[in-house]
């Protein structure tokens, strides 16, 4: 069972790399995840950001992935919805199961192409630091609900 | 300006800690916040948990508070629309806006009816902890949007 967050840029805030670590240790029994940080485009327009950076995502994945993205215009989805979601898609025989984030200045038209879900976590836009501890936090809440395990705090 | 934060039990986590002393360090320049810790109930049933829990949320609120309870079925709002709505009451005349965050075993009815605004931060569920983060976050996005500041990675 492998999971792959693709994000744009490193955490640089030490609190929420904290955090990252934290559930990346809760989740790893459960699966194989792998964190992969794209580096940031460093041109200085908006679209050739998104673009770079884009190139550089698609890069990691593959024909047989199923790849969601995160997008603010995306599907909300609630914990138990997004458990069923997921175990659907580890059980769906694609290759690996991507969540690819975007960066400061979001992701281009080709990666959202790409992806074969579009997910929003909230109405409400957060950082991207934020965005993958609360991803990393509905996948072990998610693992959790497909197990039938203890954990609603 | 004041804002206050009534929550049942303290953040126990760590790393959950450090992330809530970075928002409310972000935070304290612009507003009067606090954060009150209410002791978590030791009996053992979850409705009179609830019960006790919220007697001792509902002392720490005045007449003319404005309060607004976090809860899974309440409004869900953009940051945009959070920033206006906390302007709102900030300009609004009342005493102190209050944010209340439950339990692991919810709110009891009596807070909800003294809750002036039910939010919901998103459809998927959180532990007591993240609410806690996301929240300050949501805090501090506003104040900057309010401001007219730039704050958006």
Redesign the interface.
């Known amino acids: 069972m492998k999971i792959k967050i693709i994000q744009v840029d490193k955490t640089k ?4 790399q ?2 990252i ?2 559930y990346s240790k809760l989740i790893s029994p459960f699966v194989d995840l792998s964190v992969i940080n794209i580096k940031k485009s460093d041109v200085n327009e908006r679209e050739k950001i998104k673009n770079e950076e884009g190139e550089k995502l698609l890069k990691q994945i593959n024909e047989n992935d199923f790849v969601i993205v995160l997008d603010e215009n995306g599907k ?4 138990i919805k ?1 458990s069923e979601f997921l175990r659907n898609k580890i059980e769906g025989g694609f290759g690996e199961i991507i969540f690819v984030i975007g960066g ?1 200045f979001g992701l281009s038209e080709n990666v959202k192409k790409r992806a074969n879900f579009l997910l929003s ?10 965005i993958r ?2 991803l990393l ?2 996948i072990y ?1 998610g693992l959790m609900i497909m197990k039938g395990r203890k954990y ?2």
């Open positions: 805030t030490r609190e929420f904290s955090l670590d934290y909300n989805l609630n914990s997004f400061a976590c909230s109405e409400m836009t957060f950082t991207h630091e934020m501890v609360i936090e509905q809440r609603h705090y």
